[in-house]
Structure formats: structure tokens, C-alpha cells
Antibody, heavy 113, light 112 residues
């Protein structure tokens, strides 16, 4: 069974760095890409970036200077790091596979002092 | 960035009736490989989004055939026939033609 699960801190202080982990099961990271998508409360979806199966990455240009995506294939984990967080980064952060056919449950991240 | 515009913002449907949602892209979504890179998603209340339609008109696995997608290079329609209570939620269109992938603002479907 394909599963993705996000984990990370629920609260981050402004200007600090957000670190999230997406742990997957039921498929290999070397066969499928994993994307990060976020959703501010009550708002729409924003694609953040992707870890392709071959190990390359791509980022939303609006976030590129602050965002980094990496992985550990041996642990079936994809990592998101985003620095200089502001209140507008408050959102539910999702990881999703490939053609967005499977999604994690999402993790709510609040940026607040 | 490609702008995805959905209409209407909300729709109220009687169960058993049909509903249509429109999506327009600011650029042709037809790729050089002949694939139209338009996708539809449903986000039920309090849940993660789920894929409904891929590449404009292909039904995702497990999705009822009451859902169908159609369109051209820039104008797209999601049709739901015989709406059921489980269809309530927000529908998003999105593209994967180029970076950044972008989504429409969403259309909220409610039942009368």
C-alpha cells in the first residue's frame, strides 16, 4: 500500500528555518518523484518543488532562494528545508507522489513568535 | 507563470443533477509530446486533495465514471453527472506543463 506521511514541528518562529520530512512506503524514491505542495488556511494550493526519481530537484521560483529539497533513499525519506520563515508561510504542507496520485495527510505549520 | 482561472467560485447542486466546472489557462497546455497537461483534483472538507482526472480527460484509478474531463488547449471542463453527497468539496484544476506547476483558486461544490 502506497503511503506518504509528513512530519515536523507545528510551530516555527519568524525568521527561523522549517524542516519537514516525508516518509514514504509502498514505493521506491528511485522510481517515483515526490513533490511538496502547501496550502495556507482557507486558501488554495501552491506547488513548492520536487525531488525527481533520478535525484534532481526543481523549485518554484517564488521560493527558490529559501527552499531546499533532499532525500535519503535508504530511509525512504524526502526532506524539505525552508529558511527565513514569515507569517505568510503558515500553511498545511503536503508531500505527494508523482502525478499527485497519492498524498500525505499534511502537517500544519504555524509561523509565530 | 501560467495562470489558471476557474469558474464559478462556488456551485450549488441538487443531488442527482449534473455540475460543470470550467478552468482556463493563460497559455496552451498542449506539450510538444501531444499531451495536454491539465489535471483535476478534489479536496473534501478536512482532507488531502485527491487526483480525479489526469492529462485532461483520463480518469484516475478508483474515481467513479460520473466524473469526466474535456477541453481544448486552454479551456477545460470537469463534468460531474448525478452528483452525490461524497462529491462535496473544493475542486482544483492544475497544470504540469512547466515550472512552476500552478493551480486554479478552486471551485466549491455544495449540495442544495
Amino acid at each position: 500500500e502506497v503511503q506518504l506521511k509528513e512530519s515536523g514541528p507545528g510551530l516555527v518562529q519568524p525568521s527561523q528555518t522549517l524542516s519537514l520530512t516525508c516518509t514514504v512506503s509502498g514505493f521506491s524514491l528511485t522510481d517515483y518523484s515526490v513533490h511538496w505542495v502547501r496550502q495556507p488556511p482557507g486558501k488554495g494550493l501552491e506547488w513548492m518543488g520536487v525531488m525527481w526519481s533520478g535525484g534532481s530537484t526543481a523549485y518554484n521560483s517564488a521560493l527558490k532562494s529559501r527552499l531546499s529539497i533532499s532525500r535519503d533513499t535508504s530511509k525512504s525519506q524526502v526532506f524539505l528545508k525552508m529558511n527565513s520563515l514569515q507569517t505568510e508561510d503558515t500553511a498545511i504542507y503536503y508531500c505527494t507522489r508523482d502525478y499527485f496520485d497519492y498524498w500525505g495527510q499534511g502537517v500544519m505549520v504555524t509561523v509565530s513568535s | 507563470d501560467i495562470v489558471m482561472t476557474q469558474a464559478p467560485l462556488s456551485v450549488s447542486v441538487t443531488p442527482g443533477e449534473s455540475a460543470s466546472i470550467s478552468c482556463r489557462s493563460s497559455k496552451s497546455l498542449l506539450s510538444s509530446k501531444g499531451i495536454t497537461s491539465l489535471y483535476w483534483y478534489l479536496q473534501r472538507p478536512g482532507k488531502s486533495p485527491q487526483l480525479l482526472i489526469y492529462r485532461m480527460s483520463n480518469l484516475a484509478s478508483g474515481v467513479p465514471d460520473r466524473f469526466s474531463g474535456s477541453g481544448s488547449e486552454t479551456d477545460f471542463t470537469l463534468k460531474i453527472s448525478k452528483v452525490e453527497t461524497e462529491d462535496v468539496g473544493v475542486y482544483y484544476c492544475g497544470h504540469r506543463l512547466e515550472y512552476p506547476y500552478t493551480f486554479g483558486a478552486g471551485t466549491k461544490l455544495e449540495l442544495k
